[in-house]
């Protein structure tokens, strides 16, 4: 397998425009309400299935009606979901989020299996075997806070496999902890919040530069309408971004980290990538979902 996605794994119900909650029994009418595979892991994998790029899944999900739907919508999507392990009695992962008019997205959460997903779920030979695994929501993955799976990490690193991670949530503990991943990963991708809540500094820029002392090849930290910026060791690079209506917000940063490992396995330099990572964000953007707007995708890529 070229990519595994490795984390994660949400189930979203997602509704617009949500401008209040209605009281007591009331009704509002709404436009539309879907429901997406999501989460750092599967909904970037979902979009590098889009692009064209052959990618297995691994994570846990419930044993419960919500892990059916999750691992068929990705099936369905050209994921290879024989990584996705079944956890009897827990509940898979889900998020309910009301956009608002805005594309802002608060959100209601169930944490569910992922918190409980281990080293022995995670499969020695598949990630030898890829040429990239990203690590989606490593901080919320707590039992891969593990010396071995560090060690695996090295091992496929040493064998020429490529690491990339970024996160889910924007809890200062969590984002404190996930620092001790860096020295095994290539290409850390967070958004501006977590990278100033990881580093302490006082701009996306110190940030990136700050975490990149920490061990990556290289840091890109999106910053919504702003673009991304990437530091390395050469320097500070930013790509701006496209100017698209927004319709929500969700899933943009899992577009942009597929985009970008595409781009990595297309053999593009990192600002390539970032380029394509951010085409395909603006194409997410103007749509309900993480999976919007990848009707093309594979064109996209090719285009660049």
Known sequence: MTVVALGVHIVDVLARPVESIPAGQDTHLLEQIRVTAAGAAAATAVDLAALGVPVASVGAVGDDELGDLLVMMMGRRGVDVTGVVRRRGEQTAASILPIRPDGGRPSFHVPGANLGLAVADVGRER?????????????????????????????????????????????????????????????????????????????????ALALLGEGPSAVLVTLGADGSLIAEAE???????????????????D??????????????????????????????????????????????????
């Open 255 to 304: 577009a942009y980290c597929a985009g970008f490992i595409a781009g990595l396995v297309d053999g593009r330099d990192v600002a390539g990538a970032a380029r394509l990572g951010t085409e395909l964000a603006a194409r997410v953007a103007g749509g309900l979902g993480s999976d919007a707007g990848l009707d093309g995708a594979r064109a996209l890529r090719e285009e660049k």
């Open 127 to 207: 990630i030898l075997g890829a040429r990239v695994v990203h690590l989606g929501g490593m901080d919320v993955t707590w039992g891969l806070y593990d010396p071995a799976f560090f060690a695996l990490l090295d091992e496929a690193r040493a064998a020429g496999t490529i690491i990339t991670m970024d996160l889910l949530s924007n809890m200062p503990d969590l984002m404190q902890g996930v620092r001790s991943f860096l020295p095994h990963v290539d290409y850390l991708l967070p958004n501006e919040e977590q990278a100033l809540l990881m580093s302490g500094a006082g701009s996306a820029e110190e940030a």
């Open 235 to 253: 320097g500070v690079t930013r790509v701006p971004a496209l100017d698209v209506e927004v319709v929500d917000t969700t899933g943009c940063g």
